[in-house]
């Protein structure tokens, strides 16, 4: 009686359901997917070519918002390679590409409003107290 669940089955009733269905599916659980090779060494390809122009950005000695803003951009553009490929994200659901990639999308609005909120408190201090002594 103490073995008795709310549906009125026991444990052996509800863990004899639960053999069955494990034998029926564990056929088709073995069963992946496989990339080709030549996916993977173009992806290196490009992470590669994007680690160079990084590079360059420092050889050709630019400077100010030009480099920061290469330097961000070929960043993200490796990272976004790495995540796709090696971490299989081009081959997930849409909700779960969603759930990793859109907060660090939200963090980069948001640190672009945080410059443009800090541009304009500068201004403003420079506007209303001048340059100082």
């Known amino acids: 009686m103490a073995e008795a669940t709310a549906n009125g089955l026991g444990q052996h009733g509800l863990g004899a359901g639960h053999a069955h269905e494990a034998r029926t599916a564990a056929p088709h659980a073995e069963v992946h997917q496989e990339h080709p090779i030549k996916l993977y060494l173009v992806v290196w390809a490009w992470l590669f070519i994007l680690s160079a122009c990084s590079y360059m950005v420092d050889y050709f000695g630019l400077h100010g918002y030009l480099r920061w803003s290469l330097i961000l951009i070929f960043m993200m553009l490796k990272a976004g390679l790495i995540v796709a490929f090696f971490m299989h994200m081009a081959w997930e659901r849409l909700a779960l590409t969603y759930a990793i990639i859109l907060p660090p999308i939200l963090v980069l609005v948001f640190v672009a409003m ?20």
């Open 114 to 133: 945080m410059v443009f909120e800090a541009d304009y408190t500068l201004f403003t201090r420079l506007v209303f107290f001048g340059d100082g002594p």
